[in-house]
């Protein structure tokens, strides 16, 4: 299943980005991304079924995939983080189910419960990133780089 998430009224905060190097405008979205995606993670955490704890553990921020989800994934955007179990099968299986086994669902209802306080983040982390990166400019104009 595709979630698909439009943001809009970000425009300044596009244009405020340009002014840096391609190179420091993907730090500041992934330090956006990875704090915003850190919300999700905990309430999937919360959420998971326990046996041993270890996909409970295995639920992470990323930007890498397993082989096995590579080949499913298809980018689009410039930047992409992902949130969820690493490629263990248990994850896939107590998500949606599987052999007799009932679905459990854990990273559908996380996103659910989570998605409009990552998106306020995520607005919040950039405005937070292109402000230190003005500041740090300043401070090295200042210096004389």
């Known amino acids: 299943m595709k979630t698909v998430v439009k943001v809009e009224g970000l425009r300044e905060l596009d244009q405020a980005l340009s002014q840096f190097t391609p190179t420091k405008r993907r730090a500041i979205g992934r330090v956006a991304l990875d704090n915003a995606g850190e919300i999700t993670a905990k309430a ?23 082989r096995a989800q590579k080949s499913q994934h298809n980018k689009r955007a410039e930047q992409e ?25 854990f990273m ?21 990133g292109i402000e230190k990166a003005v500041q740090s400019a300043a401070r090295r104009a200042a210096r004389g780089k």
């Open 81 to 105: 983080r992902f949130v969820g179990p690493d490629g263990r099968p248990q994850g896939h299986l107590r998500e949606f189910g599987g052999d007799g086994n009932p679905p459990q669902p």
């Open 108 to 128: 559908r209802p996380a996103w659910d419960q989570t998605k409009d306080a990552v998106l306020q983040r995520i607005q919040d982390e950039l405005i937070v």
């Open 44 to 66: 999937a955490r919360a959420l998971v079924p326990v046996d041993s704890g270890g996909l409970r553990e295995s639920i992470e921020v990323g930007g890498t995939l397993s």
